[in-house]
């Protein structure tokens, strides 16, 4: 049987860099896109099972062209991330707010428009959300909206682009270097605290968040479904 291609954009990181390897280690064709040349660079060393390439989620030609490269793709797998529009209210900065949904909710839309014509058709497509869109911890409300607004996106696309398949996975906290813009001490302070009061007793793992986003992306029953990966925290208080 021909090699699976999945195409993981926002791969050269975290919980993308996990699911990509994950996807490689059962034998398909795994591509990684992201916007540091820098860490493309690291990913062609460190994972030489991948084949990375730069290219930026919100740049409608730039996804077209590597879609089109890489056709057709099996899988697709949109992890692109941003921290902008976190901060209580009165103090929320409505610029990084928007900023905030351009580069996640329109970055994950432009990944799909774009790659759409050259998808399988049984192709799966992948999001990742956050918790952040069910839990109430205070200094959340724009970045749970944007998280919501992504879990939107599943239900009527996995309708609409039937048969291919339409799922996410909710995360909770996750150690990845998606939390470096915060002081190290700060982090794991945090972290410390969740660890206490988490039903699981630890903060996630990328790999952990990379086995349900392998399941949704290969289980060829699962489609228009938002799966919690979060360790319990939409049950506890932060
Ligand atoms: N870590 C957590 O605690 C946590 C919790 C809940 C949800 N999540 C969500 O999980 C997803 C993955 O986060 P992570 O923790 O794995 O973060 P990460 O380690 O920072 O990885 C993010 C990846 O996305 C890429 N990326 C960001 N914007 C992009 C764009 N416009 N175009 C192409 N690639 C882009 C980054 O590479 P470049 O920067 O080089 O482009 C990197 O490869 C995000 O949507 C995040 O909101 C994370």
Redesign the pocket.
Known sequence: MASRTTLV?????????ATARQLAARGETVH?????AE??ASVRVEAPELSAHV????DHAAVAALAEGVAPIDALVI?????AGNGPLAELDLAELRKGFD??VL?MLTVMQAALPHLSPDASITL?????AHTAMPGTAGIGAI?AAVEALVRPLSIELAPRRVNAV??????????NALPAETRDAYFSAAEAALPVGHV?T?DE?GEAVVLLATNSSMTGTVVPVDGGVRFVQL
């Open positions: 954009f926002g791969g050269t990181s975290g919980i993308g860099l990684v896109a992201g916007r540091s860490r493309v290219a930026d989620g919100t992890t692109i991330s941003s921290s580069e996640k970055g990742v959300g956050a918790i952040s998280n909710s995360p909770g906290l996750v150690d990845t270097p998606w939390w996630s990328a968040v």
